[in-house]
C-alpha cells in the first residue's frame, strides 16, 4: 500500500468545469511535489513545496492552480483545461536531508479533459 | 535540453534472463544522484534503486544493480533473473546538487524503457 494517496484516481472534466486533485501522505514528509506525465513525454515537474511553501513553479499555465494547506496534503485546482491537459498527474513527497529515496509517488490521477 | 536520455523504446526478455537499460545523463554538478523507478500499469512510480555521484561502488538492490560509469555519464540499470512481474515502464532520473536538502524529490526524468518479459 502506498503512503502517498492520491483521489481521484480516474477524473473526465469538460473545459469549463472545476475540479480539485488531493494528495495525502503520512510519511513525515516536508516536500511535496505535483508532477505531470503526458503520453509520449517524460514526466515534467510542475511544482515544488517545502514545508507548506511553494518553492518552484516550472511555468505552469495559472489554469493550475496548487494548494498546500500543511505539510501532509496537496491539492491541484484545476480550470478551463484544455484537451492537451489530459495526462497522468502524479504527486509525490520527499523527506529532508534523506537524498537516497529521492521520491516517493502516488498512483496518480489519470486526467481526461473532453 | 533533455539532460537524461534512454535509447531503448521497448524491450523484450524472456523470463529467468538479465536485461540492460540504458541510461546517459548530462550535468554539470560534481554532486548529483542518479535513480531509477519502475512504473507499472497501474500508474504508481516505485523507487528501485538509487546511486550518488560520489559513491565509488555499484548500488545493488536485491535483483537490480546499477552499472555506474562516471566517466561517461552512464547509468545503466542491470535486472537479474527477469519475472513476468517485471514487466513495466522503467524510468531513469536525476537530482542535481542546485536547491535545498528540502527538495530531494526534484527530479528529472527520461523517457522511460517498456520492459515486457515473456515467459
Known amino acids: 500500500e502506498t503512503g502517498v494517496t492520491q483521489t481521484p484516481r480516474h477524473l473526465v472534466m469538460g473545459m469549463t468545469n472545476k475540479k480539485s486533485l488531493k494528495c495525502e501522505q503520512h510519511?513525515?514528509?516536508?516536500?511535496m511535489y505535483w508532477y505531470k506525465q503526458s503520453a509520449k513525454k517524460p514526466l515534467e515537474l510542475m511544482f515544488v513545496?517545502?514545508?507548506?511553501?511553494?518553492?518552484e513553479n516550472n511555468s505552469v499555465p495559472s489554469r493550475f492552480s496548487p494548494e498546500c494547506p500543511n505539510s501532509s496534503h496537496l491539492f491541484l485546482h484545476l480550470h478551463t483545461l484544455q484537451p492537451e491537459d489530459s495526462a497522468l498527474y502524479l504527486c509525490?513527497?520527499?523527506?529532508?536531508?534523506?537524498?537516497?529515496?529521492?521520491?516517493?509517488f502516488g498512483q496518480g490521477t489519470r486526467l481526461t479533459v473532453v | 535540453a533533455q539532460k537524461i536520455t534512454q535509447t531503448q523504446p521497448g524491450m523484450f526478455v524472456q523470463e529467468k534472463e538479465a536485461v540492460t537499460l540504458d541510461c546517459t545523463y548530462d550535468?554539470?554538478?560534481?554532486?548529483?544522484?542518479l535513480f531509477w523507478y519502475k512504473q507499472p500499469s497501474s500508474g504508481e512510480m516505485i523507487f528501485l534503486i538509487y546511486?550518488?555521484?560520489?559513491?565509488?561502488q555499484n548500488a545493488t538492490e536485491g535483483r537490480y544493480s546499477l552499472n555506474f560509469q562516471k566517466a561517461r555519464k552512464s547509468a545503466n540499470l542491470v535486472i537479474s533473473a527477469s519475472q513476468l512481474g517485471d514487466s513495466a515502464m522503467y524510468f531513469c532520473?536525476?537530482?542535481?546538487?542546485?536547491?535545498?536538502?528540502?527538495?530531494?524529490?526534484?527530479?528529472?526524468f527520461g523517457a522511460g524503457t517498456q520492459v515486457v518479459v515473456t515467459p
Open positions: 546511486q550518488g555521484s560520489y559513491d565509488e
Open positions: 550535468t554539470s554538478d560534481q554532486s548529483y544522484g
Open positions: 509525490a513527497s520527499s523527506p529532508s536531508g534523506d537524498r537516497v529515496v529521492g521520491a516517493f
Open positions: 532520473a536525476m537530482r542535481e546538487a542546485g536547491g535545498t536538502t528540502d527538495s530531494w524529490g526534484k527530479l528529472q
Open positions: 510519511l513525515g514528509h516536508n516536500a
Open positions: 513545496y517545502n514545508f507548506k511553501e511553494q518553492t
